[in-house]
Nanobody, 124 residues
Framework: QVQLVESGGGVVQAGGSLRLSCVAS????????MGWFRQAPGKEREAVAA????????PYADAVKGRFTLTRDNAKNTVYLQMNSLKPEDTAVYYC?????????????????WGQGTQVTVSS
């Protein structure tokens, strides 16, 4: 099992930026893909982005393509989600997750470890 701790959420105006971080422990970090998911009030949790174990592949949800960038630093056991041009519809609790695979996917069932979540609020 992997332990995950997110940070970096907050309140920002539309058009602004935030960077989320997630630090992992408990398993060799370079052996598994990582992902970010989000859940808005009254909605189901949805995938945002993922990054493969070696950092080479990063699929994104259509809603965030061109605005969000996911990177990983395997030396620091950390993934970063840079969020630019934020919109009110990006408001949600954001969750970091560790996959059971090396390959990056946006399939929630592929992830078996989850952080506690961090709130992102974008005001209009």
């Amino acid at each position: 099992q992997v332990q995950l701790v997110e940070s970096g959420g907050g309140v920002v105006q539309a058009g602004g930026s935030l960077r989320l971080s997630c630090v992992a422990s408990g398993r060799a970090f370079n052996k598994y893909a990582m992902g970010w998911f989000r859940q808005a009030p009254g909605k189901e949790r949805e995938a945002v982005a993922a990054v493969s174990a070696n950092g080479a592949n990063t699929p994104y949800a259509d809603a965030v393509k061109g605005r969000f960038t996911l990177t990983r630093d395997n030396a620091k056991n950390t993934v970063y989600l840079q969020m630019n041009s934020l919109k009110p519809e990006d408001t949600a609790v954001y969750y970091c997750a560790a996959s059971i695979y090396r390959m990056a996917t946006l399939i929630e069932a592929d992830f078996n470890s989850w952080g506690q979540g961090t709130q992102v609020t974008v005001s209009s």
